[in-house]
């Protein structure tokens, strides 16, 4: 007789554990199998949710090395549904553990077979019914949809799977942040109305916290900043020519050139541009202006990135000023403020909605459908969807809805940043935005001495961890695909690549420049691609987009999402007076803060460090295992160059970073 002992975790799910009666028979590669044993610890309730069961079994088959498992349940008990994590056995006499992944609901009446790690290309499963009827299962359940026609494709119906705790979390933060908001408005509402810039400054310490931008928001220096290292940095472009429409000239530059000419500064490579045309007739607030800004920077002697000229509309003309350094300090402060609303609707509707939360729900929806959970390239991404489906759902039915968050604080409101985000992802290809070294270098910002825009950090910090995500992606791939001949013959990786690049009106995502050629994936180069921007985009892009908007938004005069009145036509001077009435009132003031406050928290694990472990296969562990250490190696890296600056920019530490889009 032989004693075994059994781990089973269930999952932390709604509704994840069971009363039903369980059985588990155990079987080894020598063709040996135990009798079904049932798991029941008596006067103990087992199988609750989130709980890890010990059972010790006794059996007469001797198995030293449990190979496959067979689990069933039946539809005892007021409650029988049942979600299993995981299940380890070991042989007390051989003293060898084996561990089986399950991380699935157990259907009731059914034998499920399991093997060790379970881990199998479908070509190599030695169950292929099996799991073939649980990826039809699972079609079923994630269905496409066009929610918004012209946005990215979206769940059709959420499953039950997908209704996760981060709407909770959510609630909670707003809970949270809404009490402290109750203390602040005490404050901000029982005082008159702004009578100074500094007065608003005066509600941040003791309740929400001091924005980073705050500081030195005034400073020319700071918007500098603002377009390399906070929310959106994506806009800035090399600039090699001056667009006809601008009317910038050189003369009106020139003493801001440090005693170089245009042409020089061009050459050089000093010299950047911002166009925002893509704002042009998208819809507006009642009442409210988005400008449609064009603005030229220039990169100082100490590489520091600085404002030369904006021009708040499109096309020059005599209503339509060039604001200069120069100009009065108040009317040039209101310029960049006026451009600031631009880039930040800009930055909700396209670098933070469109470009990353749904964009990448199709990828997520994409998966689910076509890998089985034993496939390891879902084992590899499912990490890095945790909560996407549950978050997008929320936010558009909670903050873009009409009457929501963003109706109430952005310039153009609900309907303007649909609008906007569908001009932003009808646009986004996988082989140019979503390979962050090309989207680096089709702006002319790449490059290998360091000596294009010096101070951009979150460029440098994004190309190093593209290159960890890439180089462990490689490796993980590389370990299944050996060989072209696996992956061609891989009918669920192909099947991915189908969906996700197939025209929306064909029933797929319509992924543009997916490297899906002659409708497969050919080699693993292609395969890898994929699959870095995928993981890229989930935890570095939105990190970047996202955990930055407390200090760049939290003090709303820094970088407003909307202006009373109209832009300037003049340049006339103006006083911090005229300033004051172009800002929000204390209530939409109070909810700017509260919101983005929510927004920068952190939803999931750091990037590496998964909330649900899905892999298993050793050799599989060891490259996760290297990966993680040489994010830590980033780590250090960033740290040891923060020490180095006045301002540091910390928003891509690896343990900063979460897996996933998780809010």
């Not at 088959?61 to 979600?83: E, H, M, N, Q």
């Not at 998208?282 to 520091?304: E, K, N, R, S, V």
């Not at 060989?483 to 064909?506: A, C």
């Not at 990966?627 to 301002?647: D, G, P």
């Amino acid at each position: 007789m032989v004693t075994y002992e059994v781990k089973i975790k269930t999952g932390d799910k709604k509704r994840a554990g069971t009363d039903a009666n369980v059985t588990l028979v155990l079987l080894g590669g020598d063709g040996k199998v135990t009798k079904p044993l049932a798991l029941d610890n008596w006067l103990w309730n087992d199988f609750e949710r989130g709980q890890l069961d010990v059972f010790t079994c006794q059996d007469d088959a001797d198995i030293p090395d449990v190979t496959d498992i067979k689990l069933r349940r039946d539809t005892s008990g007021l409650f029988s549904d049942w979600y299993v994590e995981k299940i380890e056995v070991t042989n007390q006499k051989s003293g060898v553990t084996s561990v089986f992944p399950i991380l699935r609901w157990v259907r009731p009446d059914v034998d499920l077979y399991f093997g060790k790690y379970d881990t199998y290309l479908p070509q190599s499963d030695p169950r292929p019914e099996q799991r073939n009827e649980e990826l039809q299962r699972k079609r079923a359940l994630y269905d496409y949809t066009e929610k918004t026609p012209g946005l990215p494709v979206q769940i059709k119906t959420l499953p039950e799977d997908e209704m996760f705790t981060s709407a909770v979390k959510f609630d909670l933060l707003l809970k949270k942040y809404m009490f402290k908001a109750e203390k602040a408005g005490q404050m901000l509402f029982g005082g008159t109305a702004w009578e100074t810039l500094e007065d608003l400054t005066e509600v941040y310490s003791s309740l929400f916290g001091i924005p980073k931008d705050m500081k030195d928001w005034k400073s020319d220096i700071n918007f500098g900043w603002q377009r390399l290292n906070s929310v959106n940095p994506n806009v800035i472009r090399l600039c090699t020519e001056i667009p006809e429409k601008f009317g910038v000239t050189e003369e009106m530059i020139k003493p801001f050139l440090e005693g170089l000419t245009m042409s020089q500064v061009i050459v050089n490579r000093r010299l950047f541009i911002v166009d925002l045309e893509i704002l042009d007739g998208i819809h507006t607030a009642d009442g409210f202006i988005c400008p449609i800004p064009i603005a030229l920077f220039f990169t100082d002697g100490l590489g520091q990135l600085k404002p030369l000229a904006i021009q708040l509309f499109q096309q020059k003309g005599p209503d339509n000023p060039v604001f200069l350094p120069s100009d009065p300090p108040y009317t040039w402060l209101l310029a960049k403020m006026w451009y600031n609303v631009a880039d930040s609707n800009y930055h909700q509707a396209i670098t933070h909605l469109g470009n990353t939360h749904l964009i990448m729900e199709g990828f997520c929806i994409a998966a689910n459908r076509c890998l089985s959970p034993t496939h390891p390239m879902f084992k590899l991404l499912a990490p890095h969807f945790l909560f996407i489906i549950a978050i997008n759902n929320h936010a558009l039915n909670v903050l873009v809805s009409p009457g929501g968050w963003i109706d109430k604080t952005l310039a153009i409101g609900s309907t303007g940043v649909l609008e906007l985000a569908k001009k932003g992802v009808r646009t986004w290809r996988m082989d140019c935005e979503g390979n962050y070294p090309e989207w680096i270098k089709s702006r002319g910002l790449f490059s290998k001495d360091g000596s294009i825009l010096p101070t951009f950090y979150q460029r440098d910090d994004s190309l190093t961890l593209y290159e960890a995500i890439r180089n462990y992606v490689t490796k993980y791939v590389n370990l299944y695909y050996d060989s072209s001949d696996k992956l061609l013959n891989d009918e669920e990786i192909q099947n991915f690549g189908r969906e996700v690049s197939t025209p929306k009106p064909e029933g797929g995502c319509g992924v543009l420049g997916v490297p899906f050629e002659n409708g497969k994936f050919s080699c693993p180069d292609q395969l890898i691609l994929v699959l870095t921007s995928v993981i890229f985009t989930s935890s570095v892009v939105h990190a970047a987009a996202n955990f930055a908007q407390y200090d760049a938004y939290g003090f709303p005069p820094n970088y407003p999402f909307k202006l009373n009145g109209a832009p300037p036509k003049t340049t006339n001077p103006l006083k911090e007076g005229d300033i004051l009435k172009y800002l929000m009132d204390k209530s939409t003031t109070l909810d700017t803060m509260t919101i983005t406050k929510i927004l920068s928290e952190r939803g999931t694990n750091a990037l590496g460090d998964f909330e649900v472990n899905y892999t298993y296969d050793p050799p599989a562990v060891q490259i996760v295992d290297n990966f993680r250490k040489e994010l830590k190696e980033i780590s250090v890296k960033i740290h040891e160059r923060n020490k180095t600056l006045e301002r540091k920019y910390e928003y891509l530490l690896p343990e900063e970073i979460p897996n996933s889009i998780s809010i």
